[in-house]
């Protein structure tokens, strides 16, 4: 089963909003626009900085803003910065020992949702 993390989904909501505008956003003001923590937010942009998929800018009018083009910016990668890949667990791991036969198809499944999330863009959010 697939849960995408609240971290994840925080950072998918900032992405898109900032795709949307056409200058730097403030998290408060995302935040406040869809109902959600501003720390937490706030937390997920600093992380999506590290990994280069949005830039800052500092001061009153500062806020944040996407580093490449929307239609650039990978879904996929998105979700390995924040959370570290789509699936965990340890029948996703390639050194666990499979009990229930079952490691084929998780690890068949793990890379057919890599496939079609990896095609996917922060620019199909906003579509």
């Known amino acids: 089963m697939f849960k995408l993390s609240q971290k994840s989904d925080y950072g998918l909501i900032l992405l898109s909003n900032l795709a949307k505008s056409k200058g730097v956003v403030s998290v408060s003001s995302v935040a406040k626009k869809n109902k959600l923590?501003?720390?937490?937010?706030s937390q997920v942009a600093n992380e999506l900085k590290k990994a280069g998929i949005i830039t800052s800018k500092e001061g009153v009018r500062g806020g944040y803003s996407l580093?490449?083009?929307?239609?650039?910016?990978?879904?996929?990668d998105v979700l390995v910065a924040l959370d570290g890949g789509l699936a965990k667990g340890d029948c996703f791991e390639d050194d666990h020992e499979c009990k229930c036969g079952a490691k084929g198809m998780w690890g068949d499944m793990k890379k057919q949702m890599e496939e079609t999330i990896g095609r996917k863009t922060v620019a199909d959010l906003v579509v």
């Open 37 to 41: 923590s501003s720390k937490f937010l």
């Open 67 to 76: 580093a490449k083009k929307a239609t650039e910016i990978k879904i996929l």
